[in-house]
């Protein structure tokens, strides 16, 4: 089985725009979430989809959104872009507890 | 303030030596799962731990947990280049929207010849 793929490997944008990354999990498996992974504070959860469903939701602004389409692919968005955002985002499949992590999107904001 | 501390942050060890990382909760755990990360790049995973006293081994790296302690400890033996990498440990926290994978900061291992 083809292992999780994310789309761009690499971005970048300036302050102010808005951004889309693209998360394809294993096939088969309904669950996906999403980190963001910064130098500073570390991996932090974002949230998780399961079947087309927001399942939980980490503590971030209302700029972060997501949504998982019926093939279980799912995308992320980051509205008015920060300088904070900058940020190796990765995302993960799940299936029997084990998550099955991407080679992650790495986002320069200038 | 961090729910996962690791210890150490980093690591330098030569060839062959063991070492132990450990990570500990200030919430109760439920389980708890260690990662390896090659720099800038994704997380693998390695192992799961859920009840206390639970220790699972996967080649040579070995982890077990301490529910009393909320403690896991991560130990590899006989360190080879190939275990250079970032070591995070990850458990699902109980937060105010349910539960949610939280990681430790990482311990970053180097192996030297």
């Known amino acids: 089985k083809a292992g999780v793929t994310q789309t761009p490997r690499y971005l970048i944008k300036t302050r102010g725009q808005q951004v889309t990354l693209s998360c394809s999990p294993i096939?088969?498996?309904?669950?996906v979430s999403w980190y963001q992974q910064t130098p500073g504070q570390g991996l932090q959860f974002l949230f998780e989809y399961f079947s087309e469903t927001q399942r939980n939701k980490g503590n971030f602004p209302g700029r972060f959104s997501g949504r998982q389409f019926s093939n279980s692919r799912s995308e992320m968005n980051v509205s008015t872009l920060e300088l904070g955002d900058s940020a190796l985002y990765l995302c993960a499949s799940t299936w029997a507890a084990t998550q099955y992590f991407g080679p992650g999107t790495r986002l320069t904001v200038l | 303030s961090q729910e996962l501390e690791q210890s150490p942050q980093s690591l330098i060890v030569q060839e062959g030596k063991n070492l132990t990382i450990n990570c500990t909760s200030s919430k109760t755990l439920y389980g708890l799962y260690w990662y390896k990360q090659k720099y800038g790049e994704g997380l693998i995973f390695l192992m799961m731990?859920?009840?206390?006293?639970e220790e699972k081994s996967h080649e040579k790296i070995t982890a077990k947990l301490d529910e009393k302690k909320q403690q896991s400890s991560l130990h590899i033996t006989a360190s080879q280049p190939s275990h250079a990498g970032i070591y995070l440990c990850g458990a699902d926290l109980l937060s105010n929207s349910g539960y949610a994978l939280n990681f430790g900061k990482g311990t970053s291992l180097l192996v030297t010849p």
């Open positions: 096939s088969g498996h309904r669950s």
């Open positions: 731990l859920q009840k206390g006293g």
